[in-house]
């Protein structure tokens, strides 16, 4: 199985348990849970916002992580990332 990320902020779902869910709840695989949820995303962001966010996490992403990021490092590495995802993509 390819592995697969959430769409919106890239977060690895590694198991059903994670996917997010359609209108009529059944599972969404291009999307986590915290993302999506019942046929919507759970917030209207922008980007940018999304990576704030995002940062929050870093701390426990760093735990698990080859490289460890600074807080400048994991930025720039979503800016860069975030474009090619579903939810962010220019159109």
């Given at each position: 199985m390819d592995q697969k990320f959430c769409q919106?902020?890239?977060?690895?779902?590694?198991?059903?348990?994670y996917f997010g869910t359609n209108a009529d709840q059944t599972p969404n695989e291009e999307y986590c849970t915290y993302c999506f949820k019942d046929g919507a995303y759970t917030s209207d962001c922008t980007m940018d916002e999304m990576?704030?966010?995002?940062?929050?996490?870093?701390?426990?992403?760093?735990k698990d992580a080859d490289k460890v990021y600074t807080k400048e490092e994991a930025r720039e590495?979503?800016?860069?990332?975030?474009?090619t995802l579903k939810r962010w993509a220019k159109a």
């Open positions: 919106s902020c890239g977060m690895p779902l590694n198991s059903s348990e990576i704030d966010h995002c940062l929050v996490y870093l701390d426990e992403f760093n590495s979503m800016r860069q990332y975030f474009p």
